[in-house]
Nanobody, 120 residues
Framework: QVQLVESGGGLVQPGGSLRLSCAAS????????MGWYRQASGNQRELVAT???????NSADSVLGRFTISRDNARSTVYLQMNSLRPEDTAVYYC??????????????WGQGTQVTVSS
């Protein structure tokens, strides 16, 4: 089995910064694309940013220039640096990873979610 454990969420004032981390563990051979999605109350889950194993990134237009995704393959960890936060960034943020298991199978996994609240 695979576990994705997120950390770094919390309450921050508009204009502030937070850094989310997500560490993967378990019967992992390799991890392909990793990413972050978010879901605000009453809304569908939406893409925030993704990063391939080689470091190619893709980000939602709403976070371009403010959020930066990165990863440490040796630590099986993905990060999301969030700057210039706005109230509309308030949501539960979910980590995602596409994993190859020791059994040879591949599957997608999600973290449990971490709350980010931007408010004065």
């Amino acid at each position: 089995q695979v576990q994705l454990v997120e950390s770094g969420g919390g309450l921050v004032q508009p204009g502030g910064s937070l850094r989310l981390s997500c560490a993967a563990s378990g019967s992992i051979v390799s991890i392909g694309t990793m990413g972050w999605y978010r879901q605000a109350s009453g809304n569908q889950r939406e893409l925030v940013a993704t990063i391939t194993r080689s470091g190619n990134t893709n980000s939602a237009d709403s976070v371009l220039g403010r959020f930066t995704i990165s990863r440490d393959n040796a630590r099986s960890t993905v990060y999301l640096q969030m700057n210039s936060l706005r109230p509309e960034d308030t949501a539960v943020y979910y980590c995602y990873a596409y994993v190859t298991l020791r059994s040879g199978s591949t599957s997608s996994y999600w973290g449990q979610g971490t709350q980010v609240t931007v408010s004065s």
